[in-house]
């Protein structure tokens, strides 16, 4: 089976939404295992052309830092979402100080980018999607180091979030979730359930997951190995034609009302509202409606 992760998420990263078609949303320690085998397409290490199918890549034992993580910009119909692929095979993707650095620097590249509306975080290596951390790393780390290092990966997981087999295992290394599992596995399942999976190391498959709602979509996978990818770029041109600025805030209101009581998150939300109200935006989507017509959105 193949598990679309956690809202295949909406997450707005500035003006882009990120959808995550497989990043860790709870924390390094979820690992992941890989069914979400990348087909390659485009330019450089990518498949050539839509529709062509690519040969598999051969994996080696060693992967040139610069290619662990590759962005790839989508075009025609699929203009505005990007691609970024995890390449870091015989890490078995694990996170590494290079790979969060590249991440880390991807996404503030995109949330500046008004071109970008969507972005899709997909393995590029068969079996596994992200094994949590490079504990192999952080065992030649610095104590001094460490905690940085967490908090950086704490700090790309907010900016990305998202989530078959997961799990937050640290427990079993005698440490907890260090990059935000203890905090967002209870806001998500709620304390008793989140208690109870972190004291037990236990490990998830897609149905459970999408049972306790860690997840959104189980999917049964296909020929190419890539069926998450393909239902999240479903699900990217579904948030493709929507008002950018409205998608924006809305994210917002969601994010900030998740935290607070009730009667402040209703607040929030009208404050949010009122971002739309003077936007050109908001006048060319009723002006498409009594025209009947598709509206022709600029994020103004």
């Known amino acids: 089976m193949a598990a679309a992760p ?16 497989c990043c860790a949303r709870l924390g390094p320690g979820w690992r992941l295992s890989g069914l979400w085998a990348a087909r390659r397409v485009g330019p450089p290490g990518w498949a050539p052309a839509a529709g062509v199918p690519a040969p598999r890549r051969g994996y080696g034992s060693e992967v040139k830092t610069e290619d662990e993580l590759r962005v790839r910009h989508l075009e025609e119909e699929n203009r505005g979402i990007v691609v970024l ?15 969060i650095k590249m991440l880390s620097k991807a996404v503030d590249a995109l949330k500046s980018d008004k071109k970008v509306r969507t972005i899709i975080i997909r393995s590029e290596v068969p ?14 780390m ?12 704490r700090a790309v997981i907010n900016d990305i979030a998202s989530s078959a087999k997961m799990g937050l295992v640290e427990t079993r290394l005698a440490i907890i979730p260090g990059g935000g599992g203890t905090q967002r596995l209870p806001r998500a399942i709620g304390m008793s359930l989140a208690k109870e999976l972190i004291f037990s190391a236990r490990v998830l498959d897609g149905q459970e997951a999408k049972a306790v709602g860690l997840i959104s979509h189980v999917l049964e996978q296909n020929q190419e190995g890539d069926a998450a990818y393909q239902k999240a770029l479903d699900l990217a041109r579904e948030f493709l034609p929507q008002g ?14 998740m935290e607070v009581d009730l009667v402040t998150g209703l607040a929030i939300e009208e404050a949010c509202y009122a971002q739309t109200i003077s936007t050109k935006d908001r006048l060319e989507g009723l002006l498409a409606f009594k025209e009947k017509r598709p509206p022709r959105y600029k994020g103004e």
Request: charged fraction near 20%.
């Open 6 to 21: 956690g809202a295949l998420g909406a997450l707005q990263a500035g003006r882009g939404r990120l959808v995550a078609a």
């Open 85 to 99: 692929g995890i390449n870091r095979a015989y890490g078995k993707n694990s996170l590494s100080k290079n790979l």
């Open 127 to 140: 079996g596994i999607f992200c094994a949590g951390a490079d504990l192999k790393e952080r065992a030649k």
């Open 142 to 153: 610095p104590s001094s180091e460490v905690g940085p290092f967490v908090s950086k990966i």
């Open 244 to 257: 950018p600025v409205a998608m924006r805030v809305a994210k917002l209101a969601i994010n900030q009302g």
